[in-house]
């Protein structure tokens, strides 16, 4: 099983003026969190908006898509950690 998390939105340069002025801090505010799940063998996908990227949120998805004992892929970030 493979596990990622994304940000989908509109690029800053492509934002007008006044709503890219509205943004501070990293590149993802504003945008919305997608965290998505793919069985290699079946090639199913899953995937969820998520309010937040923390371990807590990315860990319950995980726990409600993969079979305990299966083999998760991720890019070994922290949240996805226990």
Same mark, same amino acid.
């Given at each position: 099983?493979?596990v990622d998390? %994304?940000?989908?939105?509109?690029l800053? #340069?492509?934002?007008?003026?006044?709503?890219? #002025?509205?943004l501070? &801090?990293r590149?993802?505010e &504003? #945008?919305?969190?997608v965290?998505?799940v793919?069985?290699? *063998? %079946? #090639?199913?996908?899953? !995937?969820r908006?998520v309010?937040? %990227?923390? &371990?807590e949120t990315?860990?319950?998805?995980?726990?409600?898509?993969v *079979?305990?004992g299966?083999?998760?892929?991720?890019?070994? !970030?922290r949240a996805?950690? &226990?």
């Amino acid at each position: 099983m493979e596990v990622d998390e %994304t940000f989908a939105g509109d690029l800053r #340069k492509n934002m007008r003026k006044h709503k890219r #002025k509205m943004l501070k &801090g990293r590149r993802t505010e &504003g #945008k919305t969190a997608v965290v998505g799940v793919k069985d290699r *063998e %079946t #090639k199913r996908v899953a !995937a969820r908006v998520v309010s937040c %990227t923390d &371990g807590e949120t990315l860990q319950e998805f995980v726990r409600e898509h993969v *079979e305990p004992g299966a083999e998760v892929l991720t890019d070994d !970030a922290r949240a996805y950690r &226990g």
